[in-house]
């Protein structure tokens, strides 16, 4: 950075203070799909047929996950989804031959609802994550130790869902308010209640392990065919963990987008049928209770099928291990991204001409005398949608934050300045400075980033319940 820059400059002039420290058995994704309806759908629904809601299980995880967890930051709701392959019941035919196994979990999704309504997310973790296994009750009480690197989807097997949601917010740092699990039973008759699913292959597909038999093109599927196709593994794709998550997100989103059409909702009959397959393959943590859901739903009242979301968490090649996954460095600027969500998206205006923050390039330099706060900051911009790049420490520690801007960068830096912690004043241009980059300078009187009011940034191959099931991705 250029100590005699010609920037314009704004500057943060408040009294400089010091700065805080600051899956996947497949079945599950399509009873998740429908537990997405139930945090979505209308409010005459849950009041006509609340009744459906005494078909739910629960179970009492709050003992086992104890005080130390993280902090509730906004009003967002996040409920952790779980598929069980558990091979009880009625499940049994479709079974392994050890009948005495624990159930496993392939299925991990973690299903954030925005503020204010109107907005869903599905984040999946991928079966084969590599993550580090916090300590955990086993399924008959023994404690199991932590873990430095274990495959995430053990968590189930060793602890149930107790287990998952407590490494699940060890990775992330987001506070998971529910949990909702599934298992196989009544997923035939979820998709014969809602008339069918639409799915679209890319080459027809004869496969004698599932069964499954269709040809290339569209076709809306229920029943035992249904269930074929979620449970083939080597007819469709690349045969990959992430390739078939991708696909399930395709078909959990086109079972979304239909049980939320008019069609469905407005369909007392259909609806009562609908919810009964649901609620009876469902257990929920004890406060999860009827209310909470009518509370969740009035919430969500209005949501549409263009505001569902389904995105894999930022992941890779597990450096140890080609045949796993792990984490990619922008996975963290993505949690916090989830846990900072305060506000609903807002659409663009005509006539807008604020640049959003996805097109605004900026390098950040730590004048605080603080290590690591360039860092830290970069995540919350990252968050947020800008592309961030981290420039080092400033030539000398400054009082004031200030934003800087090089030719043909003013109406970025606009945006930028329009979220640091108070409102900048503008300076005199001086020399230097990169042409379309603005350079933010962390001051001693730094406190936290202003939200953008963007929600969370879209992410690279994210699916819409609303998409073409057609679209390739």
């Known amino acids: 950075m ?5 920037y314009m400059e ?14 996947w058995r497949i079945l599950g994704w399509v009873c998740i799909g429908l537990s997405v309806v139930m945090v979505a759908g209308s409010l005459t629904a849950y009041g006509l047929y609340r009744q459906a809601f005494g078909n739910i299980s629960h179970e009492d995880v709050n003992a086992q996950l104890g005080p130390n967890r993280p902090k509730k930051l906004n009003e967002a709701m996040n409920i952790l989804l779980l598929g069980s392959d558990t091979r009880a019941g009625g499940n049994a035919k479709y079974g392994r031959s050890l009948k005495n196994d624990p159930p496993r979990s392939d299925t991990m999704i973690l299903l954030h609802l925005s503020p204010g309504g109107g907005q869903a997310m599905g984040i999946s973790f991928p079966r084969d994550l590599m993550v580090r296994m916090p300590s955990c009750k086993g399924r008959n009480g023994q404690t199991i130790p932590a873990q430095s690197r274990a495959q995430i989807n053990s968590a189930f097997t060793n602890g149930g869902a107790a287990c998952v949601i407590k490494t699940i917010e060890s990775i992330s740092n987001i506070r998971v308010d529910h949990f909702m699990q599934v298992d196989f039973n009544g997923f035939k008759t979820i998709t014969s209640a809602i008339g069918g699913v639409p799915v679209c292959l890319p080459k027809a597909v004869n496969d004698p392990k599932s069964g499954l038999r269709l040809s290339r093109g569209k076709h809306t599927i229920k029943g035992e065919q249904a269930l074929a196709y979620v449970r083939v593994r080597h007819g469709l794709g690349d045969g990959s963990d992430l390739d078939r998550i991708k696909r399930q997100q395709k078909f959990m989103g086109a079972l979304a987008s239909k049980a939320m059409s008019a069609g469905v909702l407005s369909n007392p009959k259909k609806l009562f049928a609908l919810m009964n397959a649901v609620t009876k393959s469902l257990t929920t943590d004890k406060e999860l209770t009827p209310d909470v859901m009518m509370d969740i739903a009035r919430e969500m009242q209005g949501m549409t099928s263009g ?11 597990d450096p140890q291990d080609p045949n796993r996954v792990a984490l990619s460095d922008s996975a963290q600027p993505f949690f916090a991204a989830v846990r900072n969500d305060k506000t609903v998206p ?3 205006k ?15 330099f730590n004048g605080s005398g603080i290590d690591g706060q360039a860092g830290r900051v970069a995540d919350d911009l990252e968050s947020q949608g800008f592309q961030v790049t981290v420039g080092g420490n400033a030539p000398s520690i400054t009082s004031a934050t200030k934003v800087m ?34 350079d933010l300078v962390i001051g001693r009187n730094w406190t936290n980033l202003k939200s953008a009011g963007a929600g969370i940034p879209q992410q690279q191959g994210e699916i819409r319940a609303s998409d073409d099931i057609c679209k390739e991705t």
């Open 2 to 6: 250029n100590s005699n820059p010609m």
């Open 10 to 23: 704004y500057v943060d002039d408040v009294d400089p203070h010091p700065a805080p420290r600051r899956g």
């Open 307 to 317: 505001k569902l979301r389904f995105v894999t968490v930022p992941s890779g090649p």
């Open 346 to 348: 807002k659409e663009p």
């Open 350 to 364: 005509p006539g807008d001409t604020k640049i959003p923050p996805s097109q605004v390039r900026v390098r950040v």
């Open 405 to 438: 801007y090089g030719s043909g960068a003013d109406q970025q830096a606009q945006t930028l300045a329009g979220l640091i912690p108070s409102k900048p004043q503008p300076a005199a241009r001086g020399q230097g400075g990169t042409p379309g980059v603005v």
